[in-house]
Nanobody, 121 residues
Framework: QVQLVESGGGLVQPGGSLRLSCAAS????????MKWYRQAPGKQRELVAT???????NYADSVKGRFTISRDNAKNTVYLQMNSLKPEDTAAYYC???????????????WGQGTQVTVSS
């Protein structure tokens, strides 16, 4: 009953910027955390950034100082502002959310479909 829809991926040059968005919809009682993962071809999926409903954030060392995760709780949307992009940032980026759909239900993990980010000259 929960859907995550991502947007904002594309092709950018090294040093450029891109902003990803992920909107959650459906039956939502509370979103405990939202995260961005990425997966490059032939590599494992890695956690890029996390933000809690209270606004606490965490980043992978590889993106600290360059990426910023934020959210709009009223819109159930999480963003990832990516600056100073490098070729090694090229990957499919996936939105992830820990969601409680009802007050009596347990929280579950939901995934977006992924959006491609390509950093190349």
């Amino acid at each position: 009953q929960v859907q995550l829809v991502e947007s904002g991926g594309g092709l950018v040059q090294p040093g450029g910027s891109l902003r990803l968005s992920c909107a959650a919809s459906g039956s939502i009682f509370e979103i405990y955390a939202m995260k961005w993962y990425r997966q490059a071809p032939g590599k494992q999926r890695e956690l890029v950034a996390t933000i809690t409903s209270g606004g606490n954030t965490n980043y992978a060392d590889s993106v600290k100082g360059r990426f910023t995760i934020s959210r709009d709780n009223a819109k159930n949307t999480v963003y990832l502002q990516m600056n100073s992009l490098k070729p090694e940032d090229t990957a499919a980026y996936y939105c992830n959310a820990v969601v409680k759909t009802t007050s009596w239900d347990t929280s579950r993990i939901y995934w977006g479909q992924g959006t491609q980010v390509t950093v190349s000259s």
